[in-house]
């Protein structure tokens, strides 16, 4: 089992700026990627970055460029910086991770953090 622990969530005028972190720890043997998705209100959960173990990295097309996901694979860790927030980020972000346990790669989630954007 792998518990994902998130942080960083809250409320932000528009234009302003958030950091989400995530820390991975549990029974596993590595992690091969690590992200953050994000569901808003009557919406489907969508993805918004993600960073493979050789820090590769994909991004939803509207925030790149103000977005910035980072890892610490010594440290199981991931952050996400958010820059030029605007009320259509506004959503709850999961962490998620691939980690490998027994020969198999299982799909982890964290419980979600709340981030609000609105003046």
């Known amino acids: 089992q792998v518990q994902l622990v998130e942080s960083g969530g809250g409320l932000v005028q528009p234009g302003g700026s958030l950091r989400l972190s995530c820390a991975a720890s549990?029974?596993?043997?590595?992690?091969?990627?690590m992200g953050w998705y994000r569901q808003a209100p009557g919406k489907e959960r969508e993805l918004v970055a993600i960073?493979?173990?050789?820090?590769?990295?994909t991004y939803k097309d509207s925030v790149k460029g103000r977005f910035t996901i980072s890892r610490d694979n010594a440290k199981n860790t991931v952050a996400l910086q958010m820059n030029s927030l605007n009320p259509e980020d506004t959503a709850v972000y999961y962490c998620y991770a691939r980690a490998v346990l027994n020969d198999i790669e299982w799909a982890y989630w964290g419980r979600g953090t709340q981030v609000t954007v609105s003046s």
């Open positions: 960073i493979r173990s050789g820090l590769s990295t």
């Open positions: 549990g029974r596993f043997v590595s992690i091969n990627a």
